[in-house]
């Protein structure tokens, strides 16, 4: 079963309620991760997902909140290996259903990076 759940979160994106239901069943230790591009956009990050975790916070879920800048996809996979996640949680849009999309999206190259398991939810 899972232990550690790192959900990779778009600061466009609610939590995904299949993942956290799945956090729930499991009995899991949750770290939310938003990845930003830029640093200017981190503060804005860090506000939107301090809310996010205070609400699951008092929905009565162990969740941690971090916000880190860099590539989505490199990012993920390097914060999974370093807290040794058991699986991977990350929302898709649709963008790899074309060949152009492919190259860009990141649940693609999540999967292909990954060291644990990844769970992507449309």
Known sequence: ????????????????????????????????????PTEPEAAAAETW???????????????AGLVRVGQPAFTICDWADEMNADLIIVGC???????????ESVSIRVINLAPCPVLVIP
């Open 1 to 36: 079963m899972f232990h550690k759940v790192l959900l990779a979160l778009d600061p466009h994106q609610e939590p995904l309620e299949p993942a956290l239901a799945l956090v729930t069943f499991c009995g899991a230790s949750l770290t939310l991760l938003a990845v930003v």
């Open 49 to 63: 997902l301090g809310t996010v975790q205070t609400a699951l916070q008092e929905q009565g879920m162990a969740v």
């Open 93 to 103: 849009r649709g963008t790899g259903l074309t060949e152009e999309g492919m190259a």
